[in-house]
């Protein structure tokens, strides 16, 4: 096979990829603490002409950059200003997210929407009482006492941090949490979403365009292909 079928067919699977990423990034603008998704293509020519199934070797990375900041009124809802993020356990282990979508459950336990408990200090928080505050270094106040602080917790590689669905990450690998420092927290607003829309778009229609333009060449060179086969029959 010619190494530039294999790069157009090696093409048409990596903007298959970077076409499902972006659609899922764009899906996602308007969850609080979407992190969005980066689709990273290296060795394109090497691997072309290897043995390697096409597909295998694309990957992509997780964008931590701040999202923008919503108020929302909500005192259980908090927003983290900086680094780090919030401890949630869940079944499958401890957690970390971005997203501040918090709420109390029947036992006055403060949960994340999935309703999995935030993690403080010391474990899970409990917030019975009549009037909940939130300093901005994430110490808890019920009716004017300190209940907790919240685990504000960050890491030294947070490429180690992958995706658990629900805009919730676990720690891949032997890594050791950080405490956060000069972190706000803001009670009553949420993280956005860190996807801009326009640039998404703009990603979206050059992945559409690149996986065009590879597509006709594979028709191109299939057709170059059966007419020299043609040719050869009949000598």
């Given amino acids: 096979m010619h190494i530039s079928h294999n790069l157009a067919v090696n093409g048409l699977f990596r903007q298959e990829r970077r076409h499902d990423l972006i659609a899922n990034n764009l899906t996602n603008a308007q969850t609080a603490g979407f992190k969005k998704d980066i ?17 295998e070797f694309e ?21 983290i200003d900086g680094e ?31 309703g999995y408990p935030v993690w403080g200090r010391t474990g899970e928080i409990n917030l019975r009482g009549n009037q909940f ?17 919240l685990a504000l917790v960050t890491f030294a590689d947070l490429g180690a941090l992958k995706k658990a669905g629900h805009s919730l990450f676990y720690l891949e690998g032997e890594q050791e949490e950080k405490e ?16 801009n829309l326009m640039e998404e778009m703009i990603r979206m229609l050059d992945a559409l365009r690149t996986f065009e333009a590879c ?7 299939d057709e170059m292909d059966a007419k020299a086969v043609n040719e050869m029959a009949k000598v």
């Fill in 39 to 55: 689709p990273v293509f290296q060795k394109i020519f090497s691997e072309a002409s290897s043995s390697n199934p096409p597909g």
């Fill in 59 to 79: 990957s992509s990375v997780t964008s931590f950059q701040q999202g923008e900041l919503q108020n929302t009124q909500n005192p259980f809802d908090l927003a």
């Fill in 84 to 114: 780090g993020f919030f401890k949630v356990k869940t079944p499958q282990g401890i957690r970390y997210t971005r997203s501040g979508r918090f709420r109390l459950n029947r036992e006055g336990t403060l949960t994340q929407d999935s």
């Fill in 133 to 149: 505050s939130v300093d901005k270094d994430g110490t808890l106040y019920v009716d004017g006492a300190i209940r907790d602080k």
């Fill in 180 to 195: 956060v420092a000069q972190t706000q927290v803001h009670q009553g607003a949420l993280e956005m979403s860190n996807v």
């Fill in 215 to 221: 597509h006709k060449i594979v028709q191109v060179q």
